[in-house]
C-alpha cells in the first residue's frame, strides 16, 4: 500500500476528537501511513433541540458518510452506538476494535452513589432507556428520584451538578474514559441496574465499501468477540423496531460461571472462549412496565449467527408485549 496520508473525518467534540485520536494513531501502526485529522460539522453539533425531538437515528452520523461519500476523507470513526443499524451499500464496517468499559456511570455531587442520593434528587439525562431503567431501579428499591430530560457534550451535563442545577447526570464509562474525565464518576453502575445502549463502549471504523487494501488494512484493528457481541445488540434493536433513542438497552458479554466452575478450571476455560450472553431490556421510561430477557450461548462464528441470535432474543421479548412499551413518551 501507499505511504499517501490517510485522512480521518471527525466531529469536533471533545469525545469524537479524543477517539479520532485514538484510532489514528493505531491506524498509523498497522498501516505505517500517516494519519491526518479532518474536521467535519455535524447536524447533530449545531442543533439545540433535545435527541428525541429530532428524531431518527444517526444524527451525528450523517455529515461524517457524507464526507465519506464524497471523497473528502478516507475513513471515519463513529461511536457504535451512535450508528443506524443498517449498514449502507457503499460504506464498509472495516473494524470495530476491542470494547471499552460499556456500564453507564453516575456523576453525582458530594461523590453521592445512585442509592445514596436524597428524596426528590434530580438526575439528567436526556435517554429514555436511562430513564426507564433508573426509573424502575428507584421503584423497585424505594428511592425517590426524579430524571430529567438534558442534552448537550460531556462537560455541560457535568457542569449541570457542577453548578448546582441537578444532583447527578447520568453517562457512558467509555466516552469519560476516553476524554480523561473517569474521575470524575461517583458510582458506576451495574448493568444489571442499568443495561447499556446497544454498542454502547464500542467504535466503528467505517470507509468506503470498494477500498479492499483500506478495508484489509482497518481490518487489522478488528475484535472479533466485540464485533459478534454488538452485532447481536444492534440486531436486537433493529428486531425491535426501535431507533437509537428508544428506551431499549442490550448487552451481549461473557456469560458468568456456573457455581461449581472456577477460574482455572479447565471446563470454566471452555466456557469463557465459547459461551456469549446477550440480554435486552425494554421500558416505560416512568419506569412501571418492563420487559427484559436474557439468552446464553456460543459465541457466534458469523455476522448471520450474531444476527440470528440478536433477532430470536428480539422475537421472544415482542412475544412478551415489548412492542407496547417503546411508543410510551415520558414528556
Ligand atoms: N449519546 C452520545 C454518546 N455517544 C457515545 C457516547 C459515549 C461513548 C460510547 O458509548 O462509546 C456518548 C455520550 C454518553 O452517552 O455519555
Do not use: W
Request: net charge negative.
Amino acid at each position: 500500500m501507499s505511504d499517501e496520508t490517510l485522512r480521518l473525518g471527525t466531529r469536533r467534540s471533545k469525545l469524537a476528537m479524543a477517539q479520532s485520536g485514538l484510532v489514528a494513531d493505531a491506524v498509523s501502526q498497522v498501516t505505517g501511513r500517516p494519519v491526518e485529522l479532518v474536521e467535519i460539522t455535524t447536524y447533530g453539533d449545531v442543533s439545540r433541540e433535545h435527541l428525541a425531538q429530532i428524531g431518527g437515528t444517526g444524527v451525528f452520523v450523517t455529515a461524517l458518510r457524507d464526507a465519506l461519500l464524497r471523497g473528502e476523507v478516507d475513513f471515519a470513526v463513529h461511536s457504535l452506538k451512535d450508528l443506524p443499524t443498517t449498514q449502507p451499500a457503499e460504506l464498509a464496517l472495516a473494524a470495530v476494535p476491542e470494547r471499552e468499559d460499556p456500564r453507564d456511570v453516575i456523576v453525582a455531587r458530594d461523590a453521592l452513589k445512585l442509592t445514596d442520593l436524597p428524596r426528590g434528587a434530580r438526575i439528567g439525562t436526556g435517554s429514555p432507556r436511562r430513564m426507564a431503567q433508573l426509573n424502575a431501579y428507584a421503584r423497585s428499591h424505594g428511592l425517590d428520584i426524579e430524571t430529567v430530560p438534558i442534552r448537550g457534550n460531556v462537560d455541560t451535563r457535568i457542569g449541570y451538578v457542577r453548578d448546582g442545577e441537578l444532583d447527578a447526570v447520568v453517562l457512558a464509562a467509555a466516552g469519560l474514559h476516553r476524554i480523561g474525565r473517569i474521575d470524575d464518576v461517583t458510582d458506576f453502575l451495574s448493568v444489571d441496574t442499568v443495561l447499556p445502549a446497544p454498542g454502547q463502549g464500542a467504535l466503528a471504523i467505517e470507509c468506503a465499501a470498494d477500498n479492499a487494501d483500506l478495508i484489509a488494512a482497518l481490518g487489522e484493528l478488528d475484535d472479533p468477540f466485540t464485533r459478534a457481541a454488538v452485532t447481536a445488540e444492534r440486531s436486537l434493536l433493529a428486531a425491535l423496531e426501535a431507533g437509537c433513542s428508544a428506551p431499549v438497552g442490550a448487552l451481549a458479554d461473557l456469560p458468568p460461571l456456573s457455581a461449581p466452575l472456577e477460574r482455572g478450571d479447565p471446563q470454566a476455560d471452555r466456557q469463557i472462549v465459547k459461551e456469549m450472553r446477550l440480554r435486552g431490556v425494554v421500558g416505560t421510561t416512568d419506569g412501571t412496565r418492563m420487559v427484559q430477557l436474557s439468552t446464553t450461548g456460543p459465541v457466534p462464528e458469523t455476522h448471520d449467527r450474531a444476527m440470528a441470535l440478536g433477532r430470536e432474543l428480539a422475537a421472544e421479548m415482542l412475544a412478551q408485549g415489548a412492542a407496547g412499551l417503546m411508543g410510551e413518551r415520558a414528556h
